[in-house]
């Protein structure tokens, strides 16, 4: 049980941690009063669009690349 709760944690912190390197959200502070105030979580859609749509081009690049070995090793087969 306690080992489960780890790995939800390591998660967790894994993707909070990616989520600030990639700009997706972020935590801003209030106003310098008498407490400090951290304002809630603002989510960026813009940017995780952005970078689902280039995680997306990635991989279609990726499977050309790989469809293009596999008819060069065809060929090669053929011949």
């Known amino acids: 049980m306690i080992r489960m ?5 390591l998660i967790v912190a894994g993707v909070v941690g990616l989520g600030f390197c990639m700009g997706w959200f972020h935590f801003s502070l209030g106003s310098a009063t008498t407490r400090m105030r951290i304002s809630p ?4 859609r813009t940017k995780s669009k952005r970078t689902r749509n280039k995680a997306v081009d990635k991989v279609q690049d990726l499977g050309q690349q790989a469809k293009d ?3 060069t090793t065809i060929q090669k087969a053929q011949e």
């Open 5 to 9: 709760f780890l790995v939800l944690a």
């Open 41 to 44: 979580c603002q989510w960026t």
């Open 69 to 71: 070995e596999v008819a």
